[in-house]
């Protein structure tokens, strides 16, 4: 019988070339992540870091587990806690969309809601003060710096990229927020390929609306698990390139992606035209469902620069 937790990875490689103005000699494709249970590429740490935690048995019936979201991971945890039966609390921006929040609170999780203008940062530092403060009565995985959260990419989107692709990837381009995909997956693929180009993904300010997506240079609290030497370069994305991308892509090829995934796509585009030819993989974190309330879609047309 499979189970709602036996459904998380093994998602398809969709292509992405035949969509965009790239030259002949490169394909582009995305890691479609919203087929996992919980719709989005952080089933896959949320998973890890729950079983890591009861393997230590930091996590037990009757213990909550508790922490900082911008959504996804928080969608996941309340996703596979309801499936074990953990209560899950979390604390992320208030700016969060309508969506997450209303999925978080019918998935039953606890929200704190955070002053936005303070990012992620605040949220870390909310969830944290209070574990300290309960330490008996949540189990904090710590996304940003647990190792399970990379393990769980280098133990499984790594190996079915380089399966999906028969070993022909020559370049991996994923956005930064814990970091975590970038970091596991990079790993794995530089072992199957030292030659593989690992590129990762920023917003081209700190003041940006890539929402779970970090500014690495400006931002407090960078996390634990990321190493930036592990990145042959990076690629800063604008937000209007990245609302402009998902517009492209939800009315050319009728894929409705999220804000990050559309990000990813746009600078593994630029990456794909500069290299002229090879094999480019890029993460599509979420879909578009947890952004419709967002009023970029209504907009007409494409952002100048965007490279479409």
Not at 23 to 39: D, F, S, T
Not at 41 to 48: E, F, G, I, S
Not at 90 to 98: C, D, E, F, W
Not at 278 to 305: K, Q
């Amino acid at each position: 019988m499979t189970t709602l937790l036996d459904l998380v990875g093994q998602t398809p490689l969709l292509p992405l070339h035949h969509v965009l103005d790239l030259p002949a000699g490169v394909e582009l494709y995305g890691k479609a992540e919203w087929y996992n249970p919980g719709g989005s590429v952080k089933d896959r740490p949320a998973l890890w870091m729950i079983r890591d935690g009861e393997r230590r048995g930091l996590l037990r019936p009757g213990v909550r587990i508790a922490d900082a979201t911008s959504g996804n991971t928080g969608i996941a945890y309340a996703t596979i806690g309801a499936a074990l039966g953990y209560g899950v609390t979390l604390a992320m921006p208030a700016n969060a969309s309508i969506e997450r929040r209303r999925i978080l609170r019918a998935l039953g999780a606890e929200l704190i809601l955070t002053d936005p203008a303070e990012g992620m940062d605040a949220a870390i530092t909310t969830i944290r003060q209070l574990v300290a403060e309960h330490p008996d009565r949540y189990f904090y995985p710590d996304q940003y710096s647990n190792p399970a959260n990379p393990q769980a990419h280098y133990e499984t989107t790594g190996p079915e990229i380089w399966q999906q692709t028969d070993g022909r990837v020559t370049h991996f381009v994923a956005a930064l927020g814990t970091s975590g995909t970038f970091m596991g997956t990079s790993r794995r693929l530089r072992e199957y390929n030292p030659a593989i180009r690992l590129i990762a993904v920023q917003p081209d300010s700190p003041y940006h609306a890539l929402e779970g997506v970090k500014h690495m240079a400006s931002t407090r609290i960078v996390p634990a698990i990321y190493r930036p030497e592990q990145a042959d370069a990076i690629v800063e994305v604008r937000s209007e390139d990245a609302f402009a991308m998902a517009r492209h892509l939800a009315r050319r090829a009728g894929l409705l992606v999220g804000i990050s995934a559309a990000a990813n796509v746009v600078a593994a585009a630029r990456v794909a035209r500069e290299v002229g030819q090879g094999v480019v993989v890029t993460i599509l974190c979420d879909s578009a469902n947890r952004y419709l309330s967002e009023r970029f879609w209504e907009e007409p047309g494409f952002a100048e620069g965007a490279g479409i």
